[in-house]
């Protein structure tokens, strides 16, 4: 009983800190009309929606440093806060890019989409027939994208850590699923992670 009441504050202050990254982002788009503003809220409401609906898990960590590196890398971007200057045309490329793999991606994953590391069953289709993370290569594109359109130290210093935490994350989340047979198998066809023939 007390491990779901503090999932369930959790869970909730997950969604409250999303939303308010929405209405940041949503409010800065309207006085300065970037698209990458508008394209973060988008993306900020599907998450939104997509962790309400989702599935039980199969298998889940019981380490606790676990769902804090989970914590981390879902709160870390949500720091990144609208800043003046940037370069617009770029930036608006790389998080449309990372919009389209994220939306692609979440296709895929539909109810099984989680924040911790956890088996709610192996995906093998669309973006996973070419890399095991599409989620974390969307990241990457978003990230990068929105930095270059809002710049300043505090948000390349959340750039770096997001994207350490966020490997750090796949590592762990392989070690859960490849509990299961099926992810062994899968991992044997499709060899990279986030970007065919790099990583």
């Known amino acids: ?10 869970n909730t202050l997950l969604i409250c800190l999303f939303l308010l990254f929405f209405y940041l982002n949503i409010e800065s788009f309207f006085e300065t009309k970037k698209l990458t503003l508008l394209l973060f809220a988008v993306s900020a409401a599907i998450t939104v ?12 960590t019981t380490d606790p440093f676990d769902y804090l590196l989970a914590a981390t890398g879902t709160v870390a971007p949500l720091l990144f806060r609208p800043s ?12 449309s890019i990372g919009i389209i ?35 974390y290569a969307s990241y990457l594109f978003m990230y990068s994208g929105y930095v270059l359109a809002n710049p300043n130290v505090l948000n390349g210093g ?3 850590a997001a994207f350490g935490v966020q490997i750090w994350r796949m590592i762990v989340e ?15 066809t499709v060899l990279w992670r986030v970007i065919p023939g790099i990583f």
């Open 84 to 95: 003046p200057g940037g370069v617009e045309g770029i930036s608006v490329l790389l998080v």
């Open 49 to 60: 929606l997509l962790f309400i609906i989702r599935k039980t898990p199969v298998r889940v």
């Open 174 to 188: 392989e070690k859960i699923l490849s509990l299961n047979p099926l992810y062994i198998e899968y991992r044997k």
């Open 158 to 160: 959340i750039l770096v």
């Open 101 to 135: 793999i994220q939306s692609l991606a979440l296709i895929s994953l539909n109810t099984s989409f989680g924040i911790v590391a956890a088996d709610r069953g192996i995906k093998t289709s669309g973006l996973y027939r070419y890399v095991r993370h599409p989620m």
């Open 1 to 10: 009983m007390k491990h779901r009441v503090f999932q369930l504050l959790g």
